[in-house]
């Protein structure tokens, strides 16, 4: 079979579908500084230097932690790399995720993204819809989406985002603004979204999961390691590998904080798997015993 194509057409640019997902450089429950802040620094460094150019990040991730990270390891910028930030929910002092998701919570969510990570237009905001904290809900968006839309009009956002939504959210926001992208809980065995992956696609529009090993049953982790042993692959390096032969609009933003592991993963791009193998893993997919 063909190696997918390792690039997508996103936010005006051209990136690289292995990205990078800042949110591990935060400390233990993404709450806090980094244990060892050198190493963060060095890890988002030379995440760009192998060649990322999609960092997926909040000002919530801390928070201000992982934007403050970003600003000093990598500002000023490189021309064509994309940051993508979201707004929509703020940290309580205990490290609580608190929805903030009133138009005022996400104004005033851009602008702690823009002053912590040194910009004054941000590339790609996603709102964070609250829902069911890892499942999204149905509902109308409506208010949380117009009050991006506005801040799109002032030259704060280029581009709209949406995370934690259902297909039926996506089409309520398409009608009000452009939507760049939809980030939602996605991987080979939670494969609730694999119509909107499609739908997107049809649309040219990105597809980015989160939890690329997230909901596993103890069958579906050892199905997928003996897999990922037959291949001399890890099991993390193959779910990124067949979610990049899933469908050509996916762009994966894994996260670590360190070099090593950074490496690992960025080499899952790499891999062609024959189509032996991607039946395999669909029947892993179809193995759910809770």
């Known amino acids: 079979m063909t190696h997918p194509h390792s690039t997508f057409p996103f936010a005006g640019t051209t990136v690289n579908r292995m990205g990078y997902g800042a949110m591990q450089l935060a400390g233990p429950g993404v709450f806090g500084p980094p244990k060892d802040h ?43 790399l994309v940051i993508v930030t979201k707004v929509g929910a703020v940290r309580g002092d205990d490290g609580s995720w608190l929805a903030a998701q009133e138009p005022a919570d996400l104004e005033r969510g851009v602008h702690d993204n823009l002053k912590n990570l040194g910009l004054d237009v941000l590339d790609v905001v996603n709102i964070r819809i609250m829902g069911d904290v890892h ?19 002032q030259g704060l956002v280029r581009h709209v985002g949406l995370s934690n939504v259902t297909a039926a959210q996506v089409a309520e926001a398409q009608r009000i603004t452009d939507i760049a992208c939809v980030q939602n809980h996605y991987n080979l065995v939670h494969r609730h979204d694999d119509a909107l992956v499609d ?31 037959s291949l001399g692959a890890t099991p993390m390096q193959v779910a990124l590998a067949w979610l990049l032969h899933r469908s050509p609009n996916i762009l994966l933003i894994p996260g670590t904080s360190s070099v090593a592991h950074l490496h690992e993963n960025m080499k899952a791009a790499e ?20």
């Open 199 to 229: 739908e997107l696609a049809a649309k040219g529009m990105a597809y980015v999961p989160f939890f690329p090993l997230g909901g596993f049953t103890p069958i579906q982790s050892s199905g997928l390691s003996e897999i990922a042993a």
């Open 271 to 290: 891999f062609v798997l024959p189509s032996l193998v991607l039946a395999k893993l669909d029947a892993i997919a179809g193995s759910a015993v809770a």
């Open 38 to 80: 050198k190493a963060a620094l060095a890890v988002l460094r030379e995440a760009v230097a192998a060649g990322v150019n999609h960092i997926d990040t909040s000002d919530f991730y801390g928070p201000h932690v992982t934007n403050r990270l970003i600003r000093e390891a990598l500002h000023p910028y490189r021309d064509g």
């Open 135 to 153: 499942a999204p809900k149905e509902g109308s968006i409506a208010k949380q989406v117009e009050a991006l839309a506005r801040l799109q009009q």
